[in-house]
């Protein structure tokens, strides 16, 4: 950031620091050519290279609810996702792609392939799991553990009191029988 010193003619920079990592996440993508360098064989699907110019654009529900297009950080899952690839001169069809439900800390690579029949690209979606899921995870196993911990006290004082039961009963028969 660059900024005005004490004086008119001064000027500052300063940097500041991402603290974003709480709140937002990253959703990464890569759009690739979809082209081989020979003939591709049947049954291959092309990658190629990164696409030159594609257009991305994602839509999400913000925090009142109102749906927001973006193109930069997303705290929340991103609805509907848009992939263009640019269309050679002369030609009139969009090339463009939705996917929808794609995940937050997330990779995609689209593969435009063929180039002119977009409902036919397919997407990969590489997620990055981060410290959270252990965390989810360690808690989940700690709640299971606390209440199996319960379910044995209780289970314990029941066959407790069933003994003691067991006991005046056993205790109550010898007495009538006399």
Not at 2 to 25: C, R
Not at 64 to 69: D, F, S, T
Not at 90 to 112: C, D, F, H, M, Y
Request: net charge positive.
């Amino acid at each position: 950031v660059l900024s005005k010193g004490y004086t008119k003619n001064d000027f500052a920079i300063h940097t500041l620091k991402n603290n974003f990592e709480a709140d937002a996440y990253f959703v990464k993508v890569i759009v690739l050519s979809g082209l081989c360098s020979n003939d591709c064989p049947r049954k291959i699907t092309p990658f190629g290279v990164n696409q030159p110019g594609p257009y991305i654009m994602y839509t999400t529900v913000d925090a009142n609810g109102y749906l927001k297009n973006g193109s930069g950080r997303s705290a929340n899952f991103l609805d509907h996702l848009y992939v263009g690839i640019p269309r050679p001169s002369g030609e009139k069809s969009i090339r463009k792609q939705e996917w929808t439900a794609i995940i937050p800390n997330s990779q995609l690579i689209v593969i435009p392939y063929p180039h002119n029949v977009p409902r036919s690209w397919s997407a990969k979606l590489y997620l990055t799991p981060s410290n959270i899921v252990l965390l989810t995870a360690i808690a989940l196993i700690g709640v299971c553990v606390f209440i199996l911990a319960i379910i044995g006290i209780l289970h314990w004082q029941e066959k407790k009191a069933d003994d003691r039961e067991k006991r005046q009963e056993a205790h109550r028969f010898h007495f009538d029988a006399m």
